[in-house]
């Protein structure tokens, strides 16, 4: 992943504190521009762990839209 602010940081952040996240990825695809950002609490979750349980959460979500675009 990408080290260091990304983008959308500022909201990440805001995202973070608001549900006491341990781990926040937030994807912003609009009208004034697109692009994500990455926060990990490496106190609280191992950065390796984390890029699994991301991947694999990616995946499930790209599923789950590909499956809703063939039943529209």
């Known amino acids: 992943m990408p080290v260091g602010p990304g983008k959308y ?5 805001e995202v973070r504190l608001k549900h006491d996240a341990a781990f926040v ?3 912003i695809i609009g009208n004034r521009g697109e692009g994500f950002s990455v926060q990990i609490d490496a106190a609280r979750i191992k950065a390796r762990d984390s890029d699994k349980r991301v991947v694999a959460m990616l995946r499930d979500i790209a599923d789950q839209i590909a499956e809703s675009l063939v039943e529209n």
Do not use: K, S
């Open 25 to 27: 990825l937030v994807a």
């Open 9 to 13: 940081d500022d909201t990440c952040t």
